[in-house]
């Protein structure tokens, strides 16, 4: 089998790899978070670790185009808070918000946190993708 193929031989994207390693390797605030979202909080469903190509999602509510991103102290360090602005750029480029919530917050309160991100994500409309679809 060729680099990307199941046993089928279909080619998947190459983030999809990657999404299944970081979903198996979550921070404990994103597994905590995971705990509440995966029960549909407001009815809302939300996906952990989605790929949107180039870049991996920690959190993805398709219905209201959100991904939530999980910020711990790595970023604010280096580079990280750089690479955040292009994937927030990029991302906004392809119709998609891009709320932050720091690790600490998750932490602090899981439930809470999780019920502001679905309370938020009700609150938004639900939006079409570029191409008219909902997503």
Known sequence: MGVGQTQRGDLRRPGVD??????RE???????????L???????????????EPY?????????RLVIEVDGIAHDMGQNPERDLRKDTFLAERNLEVP?????DILK???????????YAEARPSRPSKNGKLQ
């Open 26 to 36: 979550m921070s404990l605030p994103e597994v905590l978070l995971w705990q509440q």
């Open 109 to 119: 309160d899981v439930t809470a946190a999780a019920q502001s991100i679905a309370d």
């Open 18 to 23: 990657l999404a299944r390693k970081l979903r």
């Open 56 to 64: 991996i999602a920690d959190f993805y509510c398709p219905e209201k």
């Open 100 to 104: 932050r919530i720091a690790a600490k």
């Open 38 to 52: 995966k029960t549909r909080p407001n009815g809302l469903k939300f996906r952990k670790q989605h790929p949107i």
